[in-house]
Structure formats: C-alpha cells, structure tokens
C-alpha cells in the first residue's frame, strides 16, 4: 500500500513540474512571438513524449518556421529534454 501511496505522489510531482514547465514555454513564446500560446504536454516514463502549441491566431511578425524554432528551443529549456514530437496549431475564428 506504501509502494502505490509513493508512486503516486511521483505522478503527481511529474503532472505539476510538467504543467510549471508548460507554463513558462507560453511565457517565453509570448516574449519572443508578441502572442501567448496555450501548452500542453504529454509524456510516458518520464519520456516527453508530445508538446502541442497552439496559438489564438496567427502571431504577426514571426514566419512558421522562426516560430518552430523558438518554440522547440523554449521547450527544450523549460522541460530540460526534447519531445519526440512538437505540434503547433494556430486556431482561426469568424
């Protein structure tokens, strides 16, 4: 019962540092693209495994691929390892 009250106390430790992280990515981004994204992340193992961006619009300025750089760059930083997978989306409204 000690072993699964422990394990899940890592879970959750993981979930919040993953979320902290996420956080400052859609901060860093903000700065470096003038528009704040939301962040969302999966992982398995301790392995990141997917980082989706997505982005309220289409930011001015930055082309698709500075915006790609900047926001792998950010991620690597903040989660201290690279996804195996970056997903970027931008969501376009009437």
């Known amino acids: 019962m ?5 394990t899940g106390c890592g879970a959750v430790d ?8 996420s956080q400052e990515v859609a901060a860093d981004l903000e700065k470096s693209v003038g ?6 992340f999966n992982g ?3 392995t990141l495994t997917n ?21 792998r760059d950010a991620i690597a930083t903040r989660f201290k390892q690279a996804p195996k997978q970056v997903t970027i989306s931008y969501v376009l409204s009437e």
Do not use: C, W, Y
């Open 14 to 21: 993981t979930m919040k540092e993953g979320f902290t992280h």
């Open 44 to 46: 398995a193992n301790g």
């Open 51 to 71: 980082v989706t961006v997505m982005f309220d619009g289409i930011p001015p300025g930055p082309s698709n691929e500075q915006i790609a750089r900047l926001s």
């Open 35 to 40: 528009k704040k994204p939301q962040v969302g």
């Open 2 to 6: 000690l072993a699964l009250a422990l």
